[in-house]
């Protein structure tokens, strides 16, 4: 079964600072990839999906963009962090022509 | 699109009574159904799922029912116990087009099991 990391676990960020997170993937190959944010108390908003290398798509128009450089690797990334960027990040993973999505353990990221 | 909601938004029972959660989609396409829960500070985790040509599916003390005519979808947990504290997802599986599946999630429930 697939094993999903995210680094790091915390980051507490200045506004307008680079932001970039990172999510692994073990045990599939091929995978569907996702970035979701959580706001505190809240649901879950996908921010992007890939289905391949370099195939990305955007749901929520933002500071974020997301790049996928290898098959199982998927990063986040800003530029200029805003306050409204503080959350709980989470990459999440389908496996091979599975639909059943896993979740990595987060990145929780407050901006100050 | 597809547009999940659940209810209710908060829960507490006694510990070792019945727990119920409910979401609805409207999405006709959506054919399947997972259930999440997350502990505080972790990554949601899959705790059963179905799909729509099952009605329902029970696995120890966690069922889920299916009725796609009213496409409503519920989450029962029997025999609560203190750890089953933590809020539950509900989500609907729906065609995003070529191989993309995309999942939409309810807001949460935030179950509390009371000792």
Known sequence: SQTIHQWPATLVQPVGSPLS??????????????????AA???????????????????????LSASRPQDRQ????????L??????????????????????????LLVL | GENVEQHPSTLS?????????????????????PWYKQELGKGPQLIIDIRSNVGEKKDQRIAVTLNKTAKHFSLHITETQ?????????????????????????SGTQLTVLP
């Open chain 1, 83 to 108: 306050l409204s960027d503080s959350g709980f990040y989470l990459c999440a993973c389908t496996g091979g022509a599975g639909e059943t999505q896993y979740f990595g353990p987060g990145t929780r």
């Open chain 1, 21 to 38: 997170l990172e999510c692994t993937v073990e045990g599939t190959s091929n995978p569907n990839l996702y970035w979701y944010r959580q």
């Open chain 2, 13 to 33: 029972v006694q510990e070792g009574d019945s727990a119920v959660i409910k979401c609805t989609y409207s999405d006709s396409a959506s054919n399947y159904f």
């Open chain 1, 41 to 63: 108390g809240r649901g879950l908003q996908l921010l992007f999906y890939s289905i391949g290398i370099d195939q990305i798509s955007s749901e929520v128009p933002q500071n």
């Open chain 2, 82 to 106: 203190p750890e089953d504290s933590a809020v539950y997802f509900c989500a609907a599986s729906w065609p995003r087009g070529g191989s993309a599946r995309q999942l939409t999630f309810g």
């Open chain 1, 74 to 81: 998927f990063i986040l990334s800003s530029k200029k962090l």
